[in-house]
């Protein structure tokens, strides 16, 4: 007990102990970008779902008793949606990355990963226990150096395409050709860009006509959604390598199948609504413009948009200051984001108006 409360006491020296927290305030931290957690039509459809019998437990692992044709149904529809071969849900998203990464990558192939990757991206690449090589966030030329530096190995590249925490989007048309020139295969986790972006929210690699390039894409269900989950999409085999050999998928209880009824729903809502889809971005164009000069919001472009500050204590002094001004936004600290790159992540979600935006403008400039 004492090791742990010196080590809690260290994390609380360098202003890095979390705590839980329920949400106060105008909500700038949620992925919710379109406000679909709380939508009545897929509230609806999942009081239908159970009304009409769906079981409301999984009861088992999809290989045993949790096997249900509403995820079939679902999966089906989704890689349709995608315009893929197939598609498989997983119970989270960390859960789909970390199966998917690996159950592929074998102990003699290497991993080219982005350094600033998920943690789920990461811990899927250290249990495959394949060579892992880190480059820097977005550089597509050190993904080139680093398959060209290990000609024949059985190689994977891993990124993000809208990303989490530098709410950046490197073009991923570099990425492909440089995978296609070495024969390595691109993993892209599409998690933030899923109801967005693409002809009908489909994500980034669906808008930039990238689905038949890319090997495989992870497509999160709690952000833009508005549930929790995740779809990997790729080809058949793909899917059927998943079904034996992904662990999370595997060694896990199914989800519910009254919850396939809400993602139906949730796809609806976003395929349907292109206004909507767009609202996170033009506002977050709107608060980047007024904080130009003001703030570094480093290379954001999309609906995440952090307001580096560098020092973790910077980072908590000013998501103290703008609770007291009614604004839940969070400080993001390492091993989130690297050292001295400490930041409050703003998310821009469909819900908030052009003038909370602006006030928000002025609070922000008010405490920094
Ligand atoms: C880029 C990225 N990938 C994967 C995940 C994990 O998804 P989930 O929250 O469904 O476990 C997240 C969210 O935390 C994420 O931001």
């Not at 060579?131 to 550089?139: C, Q, T, Y």
């Amino acid at each position: 007990m004492r090791d742990l409360r010196a080590r809690l006491d260290a994390l609380a020296a360098r202003d890095q102990r979390r705590e839980l927290r329920s949400t106060h305030g105008v909500d700038l931290t949620s992925n919710d970008y379109l406000g679909l957690s709380t939508h009545p039509r897929i509230r609806d459809a999942l009081i239908d779902a159970l009304t009409r019998g769906a079981p409301h437990g999984g009861t088992g692992s999809r290989l045993l008793s949790g096997q249900h044709a509403a995820w079939s149904d679902l999966e089906a529809r989704f890689a349709a949606w995608q315009g893929a071969d197939a598609a498989l849900y997983f119970a989270t998203g960390f859960g789909a990355n970390t199966g998917l990464i690996a159950s592929l990558a074998q102990p003699d192939d290497v991993i080219v990963s982005d350094a600033l990757n998920h943690a789920s991206l990461i811990d899927g690449a250290r249990l495959s226990r394949a060579e892992r090589v880190i480059v820097p966030h977005g550089d597509v030329h050190a993904v080139d150096a680093a398959l060209t530096a290990r000609p024949g190995r059985n190689a994977w590249v891993v990124i993000e395409s809208l990303h989490s925490m530098e709410g950046d989007e490197p073009a991923l048309l570099p990425y492909v050709e440089v995978c296609e020139r070495h024969g390595a295969r691109l993993i892209v986790d599409d998690a933030h860009a899923t109801g967005l972006d693409g002809p009908q929210g489909q994500g980034l690699v669906v808008r930039d006509g990238l689905r038949e390039r890319v090997f495989a894409s992870v497509h999160t269900c709690g952000k833009a959604l508005g549930q929790s989950g995740a779809f990997v999409v790729g080809s058949q085999d793909l899917i059927d390598w998943l079904v034996n050999a992904a662990r999370p998928f595997i060694f896990s209880t199914a989800p519910a199948p009254f919850l396939a009824a809400g993602l139906h729903a949730a796809i609806d809502v976003v395929s349907s609504d292109p206004e909507l889809r767009a609202r996170p971005r033009a506002l977050a164009d709107r608060l980047r413009n007024g904080l130009r000069g003001r703030v570094d919001t480093g290379r954001s472009t999309g609906p995440i948009v952090p307001l580096i500050v560098g020092t973790n204590a910077a980072a908590l002094a000013l998501q103290s200051k703008l609770a007291t001004r009614g604004w839940d936004a969070r400080a993001i600290r390492p091993p989130t984001v690297a050292e001295g790159a400490s930041r409050v992540r703003v998310v821009m979600r469909a819900p908030l108006t052009e003038a909370q935006v602006d006030s928000l403008v002025g609070d922000v400039c008010a405490a920094i």
